[in-house]
Every structure is written in C-alpha cells, then in structure tokens.
C-alpha cells in the first residue's frame, strides 16, 4: 500500500477524533465562562485605551478618530451633493 495514503487515512482518524473531542471541550461551561469573562475584560480595557488615546490626541489639538470620521462624512455628503448638482446642470443644457 502506497505511504501516503496510509499517513492520509491516519491523519483523517486523528482529525475526527480530535475534531469531536475538541467540540466537546469547546462547548463546555467551564471554557466558556472564563472565556467569556476574559474577552468582556479585554473589551473593557480596550474601550478605556481608545478613551485614553483620543483624550490624548485631543489635547495636542490633533483630530481624533471620531472626528476624522466626521470629517470624512461630511466631505461624502459635499461630494454627493456636487454630483447631484452636475448631474442637473447637464440635464439643463
């Protein structure tokens, strides 16, 4: 019998069954409550980074995130307004 499809036929076996075991494990109460806990923490200290970051931009006088998105808003509304208005002006003439 050719190697490969020996090493194949066994690698599948070792799929499944760690697939199967893994699933198990991974629906577990006891993973998923540290988890869960784990990933609000981490979300809450990278809330109060970008609170701190945009705190500390804004206090150097630079444009924050928020207010880059903004600013791009804005300039997306210009832009479509200026596209309606030639849009008009070539149907007039």
Same mark, same amino acid.
């Given at each position: 019998?050719?190697?490969?499809?020996? #090493?194949?036929? =066994?690698?599948? /076996?070792?799929?499944?069954?760690?697939?199967? #075991?893994? @699933?198990?494990? *991974? +629906?577990?109460?006891?993973?998923?409550?540290?988890?869960?806990? $784990?990933?609000?923490? &981490?979300?809450? /200290?990278? /809330?109060?980074? %970008?609170?701190? =970051? =945009?705190? $500390?931009?804004?206090?150097?006088?630079?444009? !924050?995130?928020? %207010?880059?998105?903004? !600013?791009?808003? +804005?300039?997306?509304? *210009?832009?479509? +307004? *200026? &596209? %309606?208005?030639? @849009?008009?002006?070539?149907?007039?003439?």
């Amino acid at each position: 019998m050719n190697p490969w499809d020996i #090493y194949k036929k =066994a690698f599948n /076996a070792w799929e499944n069954a760690t697939a199967t #075991y893994m @699933e198990q494990v *991974l +629906k577990s109460p006891l993973v998923l409550e540290p988890a869960g806990a $784990w990933l609000s923490t &981490l979300m809450k /200290a990278k /809330a109060k980074s %970008d609170e701190l =970051a =945009a705190g $500390w931009w804004g206090g150097l006088g630079l444009p !924050t995130k928020r %207010d880059q998105e903004r !600013t791009l808003h +804005k300039l997306n509304q *210009l832009e479509s +307004k *200026l &596209l %309606d208005l030639e @849009e008009r002006l070539a149907a007039q003439e």
